[in-house]
Nanobody
Framework: VQLQASGGGLVQAGGSLRLSCAVS????????MGWYRQAPGKQRELVAG???????NYADFVKGRFTISRDNAKNTVYLQMNSLKPEDTAVYYC????????????WGQGTQVTVSS
């Protein structure tokens, strides 16, 4: 299974970015997907997740600003990030959870998001 994330970059506070993660080597529609992030000196934290059935959940710190979605025809999961804040600066990782597995068991390589004030 391979996860290829893209879409990171440098943006000013208040701006938007859309991350994409293309998945190969798995029956995408069967998998729960998510996004984690890790800021320098901080622990990795779950940002958002979406089930195989399309039910989304979010960390409190991104609710109302970020939207996770998936396109099963394209084997791709997205993270639309609006109203970005400097504290959103982190490496963002796409993750996949195989059916019957409790935790996310596949990770992408990460994409850097930097929000300037």
């Amino acid at each position: 299974v391979q996860l290829q994330a893209s879409g990171g970059g440098l943006v000013q506070a208040g701006g938007s970015l859309r991350l994409s993660c293309a998945v190969s080597g798995s029956i995408f529609s069967f998998n729960d997907m998510g996004w984690y992030r890790q800021a320098p000196g901080k622990q990795r934290e779950l940002v958002a997740g979406i089930t195989s059935g399309g039910i989304a959940n979010y960390a409190d710190f991104v609710k109302g600003r970020f939207t996770i979605s998936r396109d099963n025809a394209k084997n791709t999961v997205y993270l639309q990030m609006n109203s970005l804040k400097p504290e959103d600066t982190a490496v963002y990782y796409c993750v996949l959870k195989s059916p019957t597995i409790v935790r996310y068991n596949y990770w992408g390589q990460g994409t850097q998001v930097t929000v300037s004030s």
